[in-house]
């Protein structure tokens, strides 16, 4: 069993920057990706962010040139720099990683952005 911890969610003013950090138990460097999904309030769960096993970056068109997704294998962390931050960024951020084929996820951490 992987756990995944995330933290650094909170209340922000729109323009701010915010930084979330997920934490695993598991090497994060025999992943096969590691990401970050976002829920907003009824609507679907979607990709913000990935990271493939051998450091290849993708973005959903609504973060691009706004997030960025970094890890530190040493201490097995998985981050999203978020500048610019929109009202529409308001979701909970989940973050997901997958070894062997089975998909964890973590419990999530709240982003409220005020405009």
């Known amino acids: 069993q992987v756990q995944l911890v995330e933290s650094g969610g909170g209340l922000v003013q729109s323009g701010v920057s915010l930084r979330l950090s997920c934490a695993a138990s598991?090497?994060?460097?025999?992943?096969?990706?590691m990401g970050w999904y976002r829920q907003a309030p009824g609507k679907e769960r979607e990709l913000v962010a990935d990271?493939?096993?051998?450091?290849?970056?993708n973005y959903a068109d609504s973060v691009k040139g706004r997030f960025t997704i970094s890890r530190d294998i040493a201490k097995n962390t998985v981050g999203l720099r978020m500048n610019s931050l929109k009202s529409e960024d308001t979701a909970v951020y989940y973050c997901?990683?997958?070894?062997?084929?089975?998909?964890?996820w973590g419990k999530g951490t709240l982003v409220t952005v005020s405009s």
């Open positions: 997901n990683g997958v070894w062997n084929g089975i998909s964890y």
């Open positions: 598991r090497s994060i460097f025999s992943a096969t990706a």
């Open positions: 990271i493939s096993s051998g450091g290849s970056t």
